[in-house]
């Protein structure tokens, strides 16, 4: 029977996301991550290695960061067409032993987020993410965990509930991640 009145299926919302490999990767891999100081004290924190509050939250950048810009070069202004003005201030690295997990949290109400998995062997996991409404039947929030392997960028907007899960390979898992934001001239044009 041909129903009488035809809608066409639509979302009312969506959770936009954008996921890039970067090939070069695996030719720098072993000279980038060198260039990290795993030793900085201010660095090794209780629960895992982060240099989020030797730089970031002083509005300092990194001493990779410009490189790591240039790496991602080509993923940033594949984004940056759908999102005139993006903008990124700075970048920060985590590194993830055994045992060890970045618990849920928001990267606040900023625009966008970024992960690059620079080190995510076969048994590592990738960001798991958490829908921002619940199921419509179930009234459950649904999480998902997205294909994503080492050399890929994941773009996903800052606001979105996610975590690390617990590290269960021996092998570290390291990560470097940044916000983008939109430059005051594209939002008041
Ligand atoms: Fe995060």
């Known amino acids: 029977m041909i129903p009488t009145f035809v809608s066409l299926q639509a979302d009312l919302f969506r959770l936009p996301c954008l996921i890039c490999h970067v090939p070069d990767w695996q030719n720098v891999k072993r000279d980038f991550l060198s ?55 700075s970048s920060w690295c985590q590194r993830y032993s055994a045992n060890q997990m970045h618990p849920v949290h928001t990267h606040g109400v900023i625009g966008y987020s970024a992960v690059f998995y620079a080190q995510l062997g076969r048994a590592h996991k990738p960001t798991c993410f958490f829908s921002p409404f619940p199921d419509p039947w179930s009234g459950f929030i649904d999480e998902k965990i997205p294909k994503c392997e080492e050399g890929d960028i994941i773009f996903f907007p800052s606001q979105c509930l996610h975590q690390s899960l617990p590290h269960a390979a021996a092998e570290d898992r390291i990560i470097f991640s940044f916000n983008i934001m939109q430059s005051p001239e594209s939002i008041y044009v």
């Open 35 to 89: 260039s990290i100081n795993w030793d900085d004290p201010d660095c090794n924190l209780e629960h895992f290695y982060s240099d989020y509050h030797r730089y970031f939250t002083r509005g300092e950048q990194p001493p990779y960061h410009m490189d790591l810009m240039d790496l991602l070069r080509g993923p940033l202004d594949f984004f940056a067409q759908e999102n005139p003005g993006a903008q990124v201030m």
